[in-house]
């Protein structure tokens, strides 16, 4: 699609929560355009876990995270709103009505409102302070998001961490791998009880098993090739696990990055917005998704869905200030053309 220089409105961030922002306006008939840094449209559901199950999409019993972009991607392509892909928006300007957006790779948006649908921000993993981190990140040796659960077959891994993603992808590689480490600086590992129960039992099997408590130390290897990881105790006792592959999961750092000098109050990495409408203090500017904050606030897609439509609903009378707009059921009015 042709790149617009002026658009209705300007959706920054395409997870899911932007993704379905994009619907919401078309069926309003707003003309509104994605912009996302990454290459790819999904947020953290494509990055991260594309191959994870989620549950609690309502109607979908179960879903992996590439599997829900793919049919919010499908639900909006009659539309053909224009896509930014690999631009970062670094600045905005103007006011309600007319903002104007630029992007790092220098492109320029005009926009009647905004909605930021940053999610965590330009986010990124937490990456353990090893020496030579950076060759093994460069071959894939090491790696902080799981895309292909077929890479591992019969490999040696270590994953290191004690929350949820370490534990989850602990079972679910332990029948793939040769060998699964799993190293915690505790013997506490934080996850559903579900998983904690699979964890014991997987251990007593001789499919897992937990290094505790220890702490990544050093990376063994030339080249980017991965040989072993050293873990070390509380009491310095260094232990050299044999190792092809290193998955650190220390969670993810947030930061709201250029969004947080655009003028608006933030908290914590988050937006707070009025709930009923998801404006933030800027007016003409609304937050929806994981970045948007309330009392009450809580960070599931599902509500990213919900916070979508009441800002387009929200935001209508800024395009069309002399038009009043009828809410109307989607099976009324059906899917307008693109
Ligand atoms: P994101 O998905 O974070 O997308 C935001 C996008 O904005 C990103 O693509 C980012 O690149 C982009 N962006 C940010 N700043 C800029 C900028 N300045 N310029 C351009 N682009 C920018 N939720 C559930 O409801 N159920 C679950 O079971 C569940 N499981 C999860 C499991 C894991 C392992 C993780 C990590 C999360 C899980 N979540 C789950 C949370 C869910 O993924 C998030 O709530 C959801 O992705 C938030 O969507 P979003 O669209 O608000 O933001």
Same mark, same amino acid.
């Given at each position: ?16 929560? &932007?993704? *379905? ?43 992996? &995270? ?102 989850? #992808? ?91 000098? #655009? ?41 990213? *869905? ?33």
């Amino acid at each position: 699609t042709d790149m617009p220089a002026e658009t209705d409105v300007a959706i920054i961030g395409a997870g899911p929560a &932007g993704l *379905f922002a994009a619907f919401q306006c078309a069926m309003l008939r707003l003309r509104c355009v994605l912009i996302d840094v990454l290459p790819e449209i999904g947020g953290q559901c494509a990055a991260l876990y594309p191959e994870k199950p989620i549950y609690d999409i309502p109607a979908c019993p179960a879903v992996e &995270g590439a599997q829900l972009i793919a049919r919010l991607d499908e639900q909006i392509a009659p539309f053909a709103a224009p896509r930014l892909l690999g631009h970062k928006v670094e600045s905005l300007s103007g006011q309600r009505g007319q903002f104007v957006l630029g992007t790092d790779k220098g492109a320029s948006l005009a926009a009647k409102a905004v909605i930021i649908a940053a999610g965590a921000g330009a986010f990124g993993p937490n990456r353990p302070p090893l020496d030579g981190l950076e060759a093994f990140e460069t071959s894939g040796a090491v790696q902080y998001y799981v895309r292909r659960k077929a890479e591992f077959e019969n490999r040696h891994i270590v994953i290191a961490g004690g929350g949820d993603s370490a534990l989850d #992808w602990a079972l679910a590689l332990k029948d793939k791998a040769a060998r699964v480490y799993l190293v915690h600086r505790r013997d506490r590992f934080r996850g559903a009880p579900e998983s904690l129960r699979q964890l014991d039992e997987a251990v007593a099997a001789g499919l897992i098993e937990k290094v505790v408590p220890y702490q990544l130390h050093a990376l063994r290897g030339q080249d980017g090739k991965l040989e072993g990881v050293d873990v070390i105790d509380l009491n310095g006792q260094i232990r050299t696990l044999e190792a092809d592959v290193l998955l650190p999961f220390f969670g993810l750092a947030t930061d709201l990055g250029p969004v947080a000098r #655009w003028g608006m109050d933030t908290a914590r990495a988050t937006i707070p917005v009025t709930p009923s409408t998801c404006e933030t203090s800027l007016p003409g500017v609304f937050a929806i998704g994981d970045v948007a904050t309330y009392p009450g606030k809580l960070k599931l897609i599902l509500q990213g *869905f919900s916070e979508a439509a009441m800002a387009a609903h929200a935001l209508y009378p800024i395009v069309h200030p002399d038009q009043a707009l009828h809410f109307e059921y989607s099976t009324t009015k059906g899917v307008p053309a693109g």
